[in-house]
T-cell receptor
């Protein structure tokens, strides 16, 4: 079956612009996660969605970052007024139900802010 | 708080030789532990996981890992490395659905 897909695979933007990154989780998975992978910080948790519950946004680095999940499926991570330090690979993962469960990762979106 | 330490940033191993990657965690309760592999330009692929039970866990691609509570370790091993095993390996611990990752170990395989 299809795995987690993300688009675009690469995004180059200018400082100050807004960007949207998309994630399509595995069908039937109720939990969805965003992580960021950067040279300086390694792999960091950003946000978690589980079903219809309020998302856990505790990992978002600033209020320029937001995410939504529509219809319990597709998720969009939005970064407003991008900064150079936002350059990273943004990874999306999904799991069947959340806690004590295997997270399956997508290929990531490489964001470069010039 | 919890943390995951991978002491080796980079390991070089000859093809056919054995490989061991170290992982230590700092966590008060029973940890849920994972090893993921990332090939260049790819996402993370799960190699194996430990939730409970047998402390020796078998994974894909011939990898295994052993959970040692007394040493707070979850080391990854492979008896005979193939050139395709060249990649970056991440140990992770889960708590409250969030994964905390180690810094990763890059494995280079020489012919």
């Amino acid at each position: 079956g299809a795995g987690v897909s993300q688009s675009p695979s690469n995004k180059v933007t200018e400082k100050g612009k807004d960007v949207e990154l998309r994630c399509d989780p595995i069908s039937g998975h109720t939990a969805l996660y965003w992580y960021r992978q950067s040279l300086g910080q390694g792999l960091e948790f950003l946000i978690y969605f589980q079903g219809n519950s309020a998302p856990d946004k505790s990992g978002l680095p600033s209020d320029r970052f937001s995410a939504e999940r529509t219809g319990g499926s597709v998720s969009t991570l939005t970064i407003q007024r991008t900064q150079q330090e936002d350059s990273a690979v943004y990874l999306c993962a999904s799991s069947v139900s959340g806690t004590v469960d295997t997270q399956y990762f997508g290929p990531g979106t490489r964001l470069t802010v010039l | 708080a919890q943390s995951v330490t991978q002491p080796d940033i980079h390991i070089t191993v000859s093809e056919g030789a054995s490989l061991e990657l170290r992982c230590n965690y700092s966590y008060g309760a029973t940890p849920y532990l994972f090893w993921y592999v990332q090939s260049p330009g790819q996402g993370l692929q799960l190699l194996l996981k430990y939730f409970s039970g047998d402390t020796l866990v078998q994974g894909i691609k011939g990898f295994e890992a052993e959970f040692k509570r007394s040493q707070s370790s979850f080391n990854l091993r492979k008896p005979s490395v193939h050139w395709s095993d060249a990649a970056e390996y991440f140990c992770a611990v889960e708590r409250d659905y969030k994964l905390s990752f180690g810094a990763g170990t890059t494995v280079t395989v020489r012919a």
